[in-house]
C-alpha cells in the first residue's frame, strides 16, 4: 500500500513540475502564441475551432446580462459587448499570449492586433471592466471609460461577476434561452 501511494505522490509531483514549467514558459514567451483569426463568443471570450481563449484581466457582460442607459432604459449590454469584440477581431490576424488555464479549461490568454491589445480595447471602449479579482491590468483603462462615460458606464449596471452570481442556477440549467427571449437587439 505505501509503494502505491508513494507512486501516486511522485506522479502527482511530476505533473505539477511538469505544469509549473509549461506556465513559466509561457509567461516567458518561449512557446508560440495562438495566432489566427478569433470570432466572439461573448464580450470577454474568444474561439477558433475547438480552441476557447478567455480574455485575461477583464470581465464584460454576460449575454443575456441587460443594463440601463443614462435615461434609465434597459438595453442588452451583453449583447452590445459581444458585437464591440466582434468588430474588433473581425477579419484579423490574432496573437495571443496564453497566461493560464482557467477551471472551466478554458485558455486565459492577452491577444492583440499587432499594437493593438484586445483586452484593454475592450476596457477602454467601456464594453468590459478591469477584473481585478486577476489582476490590475486594465485599472487606467476602466477610469478612462467610466470618466468619459463610454459603453457600459454611460449609465447603469451590475458587475459581470455579481449577475453571474445571481444567475447562476438559470445559466446551470440552461433556461437562459427563456430570458434571451425577453432582450431586445
Partial sequence: MRRRSRGLSRLLLTVAVLAAILLALRQFGLIAPETGQFRAVDGDSLRRGDIELRLHGIDAPELHQECQRADGTAYACGREARSQLAKLVAGVELSCVVLETDRYEREVATCSDGDIDINAEMVRSGWATAYTRH?????????????????????????????????????????MADEASSIHD
Avoid at 483603462?141 to 452570481?165: C, K, L, M, T, V
Avoid at 447562476?168 to 440549467?173: H, K, P, S
Fill in 135 to 175: 489582476g490590475s491590468d486594465y485599472l487606467a483603462e476602466e477610469q478612462s471609460a467610466r470618466s468619459a462615460r463610454r459603453g457600459i458606464w454611460q449609465g447603469r449596471f451590475e458587475q459581470p461577476e455579481a449577475w453571474r452570481n445571481r444567475h447562476r442556477d438559470a445559466l446551470v440549467r440552461g433556461s
